[in-house]
C-alpha cells in the first residue's frame, strides 16, 4: 500500500506534523468536506491535512489509531473509491473487539466524538460486483457539469484511471489539524 499527503503532511513514522511539512489543501476537496461537516452540525470545520490512500488487492492497513491532530474534537472524514474494504472499528482500547462494515465506492466514514480515537484498520481490499466510479449518467446539464465530470466523460482521459481502480481502492482521510483560532502549530 502507497500514500500521499495534502496540506500538512501527515508521517508516518514520527506521526508528528509540522509548520515546515505543508502545501496548499486542494480547495475542491477542502470545500466537499465542510460541505458534509456543515450538514452534520460541525460547524467551522476546516480541512487542513489529508492522505491519499492507494490499496491494491491484498494489501492491509494495521490497526492504529489518528491522534496527531492538534484538534481531535473536529471529525474525521474518510472517502473511499474503486474496489471494496473491510473496515475495522474498535473502541479507544484494544481490550474492545472490532465491529467489521464493507466500505464501498462511495461510502464515506465520519469518526467524530467518542469514535474520533477509537482503532480501526482495513484487513482485506476485494473485488466489487457493481462499479459506480464507471457510471458518469448524471442527469445535470452539460452546461452545468463541472470540469472534472466532462474529462471523465471523456474515454481517453478516463481510460487510466478505470484500468487503475478496477483492481485498486483509493481513501481520501481528511483531518482538521489546528485549533479554532489557532493560526500555526
Ligand atoms: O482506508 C481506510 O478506510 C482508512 C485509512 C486510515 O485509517 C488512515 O488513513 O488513517
Ligand atoms: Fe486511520
Redesign the pocket.
Known sequence: MRWTTLGYHHDWDTKVYSENMKNKFPQDLADLTKFFATTLGFENYSAEAA?V?YYPIGTT?AGHT?HSEANLDAPLF?F?FGQK?I?LLGGQSKDEKPSAMF?KSGDV?VMSKSSRLCY?A?PRVMSCELEPYNNFNSNEPEEKKCKIVNDCDDENFWTPFRHYLKDSRI?I?IRQVLNKGQLEL
Open positions: 492522505i490512500n492497513l489518528d474518510s473511499s474494504a473496515f466500505l466514514v480501526h482495513v481513501n482521510n
